[in-house]
T-cell receptor, first 112, second 115 residues
Framework: ELKVEQNPLFLSMQEGKNYTIYCNYS?????LYWYRQDPGKSLESLFV?????AVKQEGRLMASLDTKARLSTLHITAAVHDLSATYFC????????????FGAGTRLTVKP | NAGVTQTPKFQVLKTGQSMTLQCAQD?????MSWYRQDPGMGLRLIHY???????DQGEVPNGYNVSRSTTEDFPLRLLSAAPSQTSVYFC??????????????FGPGTRLTVT
């Protein structure tokens, strides 16, 4: 069955701390996507990971992909309040299909 | 570029009514899709299209119809609205199948309530 599972679903952390969000997937395609959604807003693309060992960084966020473990991680370094949002990972069913499956999302709250 | 646009932003329907949610993009993307987002859940794919005249079902297609007569437009039709279709609907588009990045661009969403 095609599944994309994230954990934790809720994350409350203090400013300045580090944490990691995990995304396990069972889709055939090894391309993995991360999105951010602010409350009441649309989704914004953060990272596209295309191959095993891929690592991408943008500011305090770093995403990586381990295709053998079928696992992607989103690491937050020295969190700030502006990172408070819901983060989704998503995978394609396979490389020849545009059927995308999303995780349930991780709602991140960064407190001062 | 306006990107991906959706209308209306909000809609209230009575059970049994029909309506069409509009989606348009001006980026010449071949791939377009419709998702629904329910509280506490991620997005679920309803229907998608890989080009004009070609559509396919996603994860939750029942109760919805789509057609794709032009590259720019991809309307979603609710045939007979039910309370279970109360949700936020997002349209998205992306570069053609085969593009390595396949980055999706999302519209602002339509919040639909069925009473």
């Amino acid at each position: 069955e095609l599944k994309v599972e994230q954990n934790p679903l809720f994350l409350s952390m203090q400013e300045g701390k580090n944490y990691t969000i995990y995304c396990n997937y069972s889709t055939t395609s090894d391309r993995l996507y991360w999105y951010r959604q602010d409350p009441g807003k649309s989704l914004e693309s953060l990272f596209v990971l295309l191959s095993n060992g891929a690592v991408k960084q943008e500011g305090r966020l770093m995403a990586s992909l381990d295709t053998k473990a079928r696992l992607s991680t989103l690491h937050i370094t020295a969190a700030v309040h502006d990172l408070s949002a819901t983060y989704f990972c998503a995978g394609r069913r396979d490389d020849n299909n545009n059927d995308m499956r999303f995780g349930a999302g991780t709602r991140l709250t960064v407190k001062p | 570029n306006a990107g991906v646009t959706q209308t209306p932003k909000f809609q209230v329907l009575k059970t049994g009514q029909s309506m069409t949610l509009q989606c348009a993009q001006d980026m010449n993307h071949e791939y377009m899709s419709w998702y629904r987002q329910d509280p506490g859940m991620g997005l679920r794919l309803i229907h998608y299209s890989v080009g004009a005249g070609i559509t396919d079902q996603g994860e939750v297609p029942n109760g919805y119809n789509v057609s794709r007569s032009t590259t720019e437009d991809f309307p979603l039709r609710l045939l007979s609205a039910a309370p279970s279709q109360t949700s936020v609907y997002f349209c998205a588009s992306s570069h053609p199948l085969g593009e390595p990045s396949y980055e999706q661009y999302f519209g602002p969403g339509t919040r639909l309530t069925v009473t």
